[in-house]
Protein backbone atom coordinates (compact mmCIF):
# COMPACT_ATOMS: atom_id res chain seq x y z
CA UNK A 1 0.00 0.00 0.00
CA UNK A 2 1.24 3.34 -0.35
CA UNK A 3 2.48 5.47 2.03
CA UNK A 4 1.50 9.15 2.43
CA UNK A 5 3.46 11.70 0.64
CA UNK A 6 3.45 15.57 0.35
CA UNK A 7 0.29 16.60 0.68
CA UNK A 8 -3.58 15.78 1.60
CA UNK A 9 -4.39 13.15 -1.18
CA UNK A 10 -7.48 10.51 -1.57
CA UNK A 11 -6.77 7.00 -3.07
CA UNK A 12 -10.14 4.93 -4.63
CA UNK A 13 -9.50 1.41 -5.36
CA UNK A 14 -12.68 -0.84 -6.05
CA UNK A 15 -14.65 -0.73 -2.69
CA UNK A 16 -12.13 0.55 -0.61
CA UNK A 17 -11.10 4.41 -0.14
CA UNK A 18 -8.44 5.56 1.88
CA UNK A 19 -7.80 9.34 2.35
CA UNK A 20 -5.09 10.95 4.32
CA UNK A 21 -2.27 13.38 4.52
CA UNK A 22 0.81 13.16 5.55
CA UNK A 23 1.67 14.86 8.73
CA UNK A 24 5.21 14.39 9.04
CA UNK A 25 6.41 18.86 9.23
CA UNK A 26 3.05 20.38 8.65
CA UNK A 27 0.55 18.99 10.88
CA UNK A 28 1.19 17.33 14.31
CA UNK A 29 2.09 13.59 14.14
CA UNK A 30 0.53 11.77 16.79
CA UNK A 31 1.92 10.88 19.90
CA UNK A 32 5.36 9.62 20.23
CA UNK A 33 6.98 5.96 20.84
CA UNK A 34 5.85 5.73 24.67
CA UNK A 35 2.36 6.49 23.66
CA UNK A 36 2.28 4.20 21.14
CA UNK A 37 3.76 1.51 23.58
CA UNK A 38 0.59 2.24 25.99
CA UNK A 39 -1.59 2.10 22.77
CA UNK A 40 0.04 -1.31 21.94
CA UNK A 41 -0.74 -2.75 25.26
CA UNK A 42 -4.60 -1.83 24.68
CA UNK A 43 -5.04 -3.31 21.47
CA UNK A 44 -8.26 -5.38 21.43
CA UNK A 45 -9.49 -7.69 18.39
CA UNK A 46 -13.13 -7.00 17.44
CA UNK A 47 -15.56 -9.80 15.45
CA UNK A 48 -15.84 -8.76 12.05
CA UNK A 49 -18.07 -7.09 10.46
CA UNK A 50 -20.80 -8.54 8.80
CA UNK A 51 -20.18 -6.79 5.46
CA UNK A 52 -16.48 -7.78 5.50
CA UNK A 53 -17.30 -11.73 5.97
CA UNK A 54 -19.47 -11.34 2.83
CA UNK A 55 -16.64 -10.32 0.76
CA UNK A 56 -14.89 -13.20 2.04
CA UNK A 57 -17.67 -15.63 0.98
CA UNK A 58 -18.31 -14.17 -2.16
CA UNK A 59 -14.54 -14.83 -3.06
CA UNK A 60 -15.13 -18.43 -1.42
CA UNK A 61 -18.10 -19.24 -4.59
CA UNK A 62 -15.64 -18.05 -6.83
CA UNK A 63 -12.72 -20.31 -6.14
CA UNK A 64 -12.08 -24.29 -5.54
CA UNK A 65 -10.06 -23.82 -2.44
CA UNK A 66 -10.41 -22.49 1.28
CA UNK A 67 -10.39 -19.35 1.39
CA UNK A 68 -9.01 -18.02 4.57
CA UNK A 69 -10.88 -14.89 6.18
CA UNK A 70 -10.71 -13.49 9.80
CA UNK A 71 -12.66 -14.03 12.18
CA UNK A 72 -11.51 -10.93 14.70
CA UNK A 73 -9.75 -7.54 13.58
CA UNK A 74 -8.46 -4.52 15.00
CA UNK A 75 -10.32 -1.36 14.69
CA UNK A 76 -9.49 2.04 14.21
CA UNK A 77 -9.64 4.11 17.30
CA UNK A 78 -7.58 7.44 16.18
CA UNK A 79 -8.67 9.37 12.78
CA UNK A 80 -6.16 12.04 11.64
CA UNK A 81 -6.55 15.31 12.38
CA UNK A 82 -10.04 16.71 12.27
CA UNK A 83 -11.38 13.06 10.99
CA UNK A 84 -13.00 10.18 12.42
CA UNK A 85 -11.60 6.72 12.52
CA UNK A 86 -11.66 5.00 9.58
CA UNK A 87 -13.67 2.17 9.04
CA UNK A 88 -12.80 -1.59 8.53
CA UNK A 89 -13.45 -2.13 4.72
CA UNK A 90 -12.44 -5.68 2.63
CA UNK A 91 -12.24 -6.57 -1.18
CA UNK A 92 -11.09 -9.28 -3.11
CA UNK A 93 -7.50 -9.27 -5.27
CA UNK A 94 -8.22 -10.56 -8.49
CA UNK A 95 -8.07 -9.59 -12.11
CA UNK A 96 -9.81 -10.97 -14.84
CA UNK A 97 -8.05 -14.30 -15.05
CA UNK A 98 -7.07 -14.85 -11.36
CA UNK A 99 -8.16 -15.17 -7.54
CA UNK A 100 -4.98 -13.62 -5.34
CA UNK A 101 -6.80 -12.85 -1.89
CA UNK A 102 -9.04 -10.85 0.38
CA UNK A 103 -7.61 -7.79 1.60
CA UNK A 104 -8.22 -5.92 4.82
CA UNK A 105 -7.68 -2.17 5.74
CA UNK A 106 -8.27 1.34 6.72
CA UNK A 107 -6.98 4.13 7.30
CA UNK A 108 -3.42 4.86 5.13
CA UNK A 109 -0.04 4.70 6.15
CA UNK A 110 3.01 7.34 7.27
CA UNK A 111 6.00 7.27 5.25
CA UNK A 112 7.70 8.00 8.10
CA UNK A 113 8.04 7.23 11.63
CA UNK A 114 6.65 3.41 11.50
CA UNK A 115 5.47 3.32 14.64
CA UNK A 116 3.00 5.60 14.07
CA UNK A 117 0.88 2.81 11.99
CA UNK A 118 -0.25 1.13 14.47
CA UNK A 119 -3.42 -0.42 14.03
CA UNK A 120 -5.45 1.97 15.88
CA UNK A 121 -5.15 4.38 13.43
CA UNK A 122 -4.03 2.00 10.05
CA UNK A 123 -4.47 -1.53 9.03
CA UNK A 124 -3.29 -3.20 5.76
CA UNK A 125 -3.51 -6.84 5.78
CA UNK A 126 -4.10 -9.10 2.75
CA UNK A 127 -4.00 -13.17 3.00
CA UNK A 128 -3.24 -14.20 -0.59
CA UNK A 129 -2.87 -17.89 -2.21
CA UNK A 130 1.18 -18.59 -2.06
CA UNK A 131 2.27 -19.28 -5.59
CA UNK A 132 0.94 -16.44 -7.06
CA UNK A 133 3.03 -13.41 -7.92
CA UNK A 134 1.25 -11.32 -5.28
CA UNK A 135 2.37 -13.60 -2.81
CA UNK A 136 6.34 -13.50 -3.35
CA UNK A 137 8.63 -11.60 -1.15
CA UNK A 138 9.62 -8.32 -3.23
CA UNK A 139 13.24 -8.43 -3.46
CA UNK A 140 15.18 -6.99 -0.37
CA UNK A 141 13.18 -8.57 1.99
CA UNK A 142 14.98 -9.87 5.21
CA UNK A 143 14.18 -13.46 5.23
CA UNK A 144 13.26 -14.35 9.29
CA UNK A 145 13.81 -18.02 9.06
CA UNK A 146 11.06 -20.45 9.75
CA UNK A 147 8.34 -20.08 12.62
CA UNK A 148 4.86 -21.11 14.54
CA UNK A 149 2.33 -19.13 14.42
CA UNK A 150 -1.01 -20.19 15.96
CA UNK A 151 0.36 -24.04 15.42
CA UNK A 152 1.31 -23.45 11.62
CA UNK A 153 5.02 -23.95 10.41
CA UNK A 154 6.14 -21.73 7.84
CA UNK A 155 8.34 -18.87 6.65
CA UNK A 156 8.41 -15.25 7.81
CA UNK A 157 10.46 -12.08 5.92
CA UNK A 158 9.88 -8.62 5.97
CA UNK A 159 9.75 -6.76 3.17
CA UNK A 160 11.04 -3.47 2.47
CA UNK A 161 9.71 -0.17 2.21
CA UNK A 162 7.28 1.06 -0.64
CA UNK A 163 9.66 3.17 -1.95
CA UNK A 164 12.70 1.10 -1.50
CA UNK A 165 11.21 -2.03 -3.62
CA UNK A 166 8.57 -3.21 -1.21
CA UNK A 167 5.50 -1.81 -3.36
CA UNK A 168 2.43 -3.65 -2.48
CA UNK A 169 4.04 -5.49 0.55
CA UNK A 170 5.87 -2.03 1.57
CA UNK A 171 7.06 -2.50 5.46
CA UNK A 172 4.94 -5.70 5.52
CA UNK A 173 5.93 -8.80 7.79
CA UNK A 174 4.73 -11.80 5.43
CA UNK A 175 4.18 -15.39 6.36
CA UNK A 176 3.29 -18.39 4.43
CA UNK A 177 2.04 -21.60 5.68
CA UNK A 178 0.47 -24.78 4.48
CA UNK A 179 -3.25 -25.85 5.48
CA UNK A 180 -6.20 -28.18 4.21
CA UNK A 181 -3.85 -28.75 1.33
CA UNK A 182 -3.31 -25.36 -0.30
CA UNK A 183 -0.37 -22.83 0.37
CA UNK A 184 -1.25 -19.34 1.92
CA UNK A 185 0.27 -15.98 2.62
CA UNK A 186 -0.66 -13.39 5.14
CA UNK A 187 0.69 -10.07 4.85
CA UNK A 188 0.48 -7.89 7.49
CA UNK A 189 1.84 -3.79 7.22
CA UNK A 190 4.61 -3.36 10.56
CA UNK A 191 5.00 -0.72 13.06
CA UNK A 192 7.28 -2.55 15.74
CA UNK A 193 8.61 -6.14 14.41
CA UNK A 194 7.39 -7.85 17.64
CA UNK A 195 4.05 -5.91 18.11
CA UNK A 196 2.76 -6.47 14.30
CA UNK A 197 4.35 -10.41 14.81
CA UNK A 198 2.28 -10.61 18.03
CA UNK A 199 -0.88 -9.02 16.08
CA UNK A 200 0.07 -11.39 13.10
CA UNK A 201 -0.17 -14.93 15.57
CA UNK A 202 -3.71 -13.15 16.79
CA UNK A 203 -5.41 -13.31 13.45
CA UNK A 204 -3.83 -16.56 11.95
CA UNK A 205 -5.03 -18.33 15.58
CA UNK A 206 -8.61 -16.91 14.36
CA UNK A 207 -8.37 -17.89 10.18
Known amino acids: MEPLTGKPRC ?10 VILTLVLPGGPGPA ?10 LFPVPAEVLRVCHRAQ ?27 LTA ?17 APYETGQWRNHPRRFLHLAIIRAGTSLAAPPA ?13 NGRLVHAPPYFEGGGYHGNHLMFTWRQDKA ?10 RLEALQL ?5 AGL
Open 11 to 20: QAQRRIVLCG
Open 183 to 192: AYTISLHSWR
Open 61 to 87: RDTSFRVLCPTRLPRASVGYPGQPPNP
Open 200 to 204: LEQVI
Open 140 to 152: GSTALGDKRLAGR
Open 91 to 107: RVIDDKRRFYGVEFAYG
Open 35 to 44: AADDAARRLR
